[in-house]
């Protein structure tokens, strides 16, 4: 069983920048594919960026590209997403993911585990 904690979150203007952090316990989630997903109120939880255990192959939502950075140190079996010029529709619960047979990174229902969330919110 393996156990993700996010933390990071918080208040931010636009523009601005966070660093999330999910930390994992329990199982071998070093081996996992780790993934970030965001859910706005009232709608569906979506992609946002995801790496393969090894860090070789990450993979990033058109909406966050070149704005957010994925990144993992199986050491401290922990990985970050760096977000900057951080927008208003941004704001979203974000949520650590991770699995041992994700084929496809987008897919929600391939991951096996998932952390309790934490709240990012970008003003205007």
């Known amino acids: 069983q393996v156990q993700l904690v996010e933390s990071g979150g918080g208040l931010v203007q636009a523009g601005g920048s966070l660093r999330l952090s999910c930390a994992a316990s329990g199982g071998t989630s070093s081996r996992y594919t780790m993934g970030w997903f965001r859910q706005a109120p009232g709608k569906e939880r979506e992609f946002v960026a995801a790496?393969?255990?090894?860090?070789?192959?990450?993979y990033y939502a058109d909406s966050v590209k070149g704005r957010f950075t994925l990144s993992r140190d199986n050491a401290k079996n922990t990985v970050y997403l760096q977000m900057n010029s951080l927008k208003p529709e941004d704001t979203a619960v974000y949520y650590c993911a991770t699995g041992k047979l994700v084929l496809m990174f987008t897919a929600r229902d391939q991951y096996d585990y998932w952390g309790q969330g934490t709240q990012v919110t970008v003003s205007s």
């Open positions: 790496t393969s255990w090894s860090g070789y192959n990450t």
